[in-house]
């Protein structure tokens, strides 16, 4: 039912944001991103590209269109902006808890990479921002949002983010 769910979202968004049904936006929105927890990827969103200031009617809309793009900051190699919008999405709160996994996975490839555009030898987050990550990590623990079968990927994400705070702090000014 997902694919269906996924296949029909934009329009279903875009007919219960023209009916002012909030909570049907909210459940849609949801819908596309229980999908991406499920499939790893989006199906077609250019329709958010549309919606303009309607995004901001919902919480979990607008998660979303910030979410796709960050993606597209990630495909056009804007790493420093994508790692200051996941951060800020982090921070928000506006995505459902159970997503906050995926948001802390997605830093990954920003910890672990290197941009050499940037002066402070390439790191891509700060230590501001690398603890944002591990708090909301931290909580995340304290608050049981996550599976055994997280296990893995959470103590994959604490190593990534205690080394990228460690080269933050390196590379900061005094």
Do not use: C
Not at 13 to 18: A, E, G, R, T
Not at 52 to 58: I, V
Not at 72 to 89: C, G, R, Y
Not at 165 to 172: I, K, P
């Amino acid at each position: 039912s997902s694919g269906i769910n996924a296949e029909y979202g934009g329009l279903a968004l875009i007919w219960s944001l023209q009916a002012k049904d909030l909570v049907s936006v909210t459940k849609i929105s949801e819908t596309i991103l229980d999908n991406y927890i499920e499939t790893g990827g989006f199906s077609n969103l250019d329709f958010l590209d549309q919606l303009g200031n309607n995004k901001l009617l919902s919480n979990r809309l607008m998660f979303l269109g910030k979410y796709r793009e960050f993606h597209n900051m990630i495909k056009t190699q804007q790493q420093k902006k994508a790692a200051d919008l996941l951060v800020s999405l982090v921070e928000s709160n506006l995505g459902p808890p159970r997503f906050q996994i995926t948001l802390l996975l997605d830093s990954l490839p920003l910890i672990n990479n290197v941009d050499e555009n940037l002066g402070t030898n390439g790191v891509v987050m700060d230590s501001r921002q690398t603890q944002v990550l591990l708090k909301a990590l931290e909580d995340m623990q304290i608050k049981k949002l996550l599976k055994n079968s997280d296990m893995q990927k959470v103590e994959t994400i604490r190593l990534a983010l205690v080394t990228n705070l460690a080269s933050s702090f390196l590379n900061e000014p005094w």
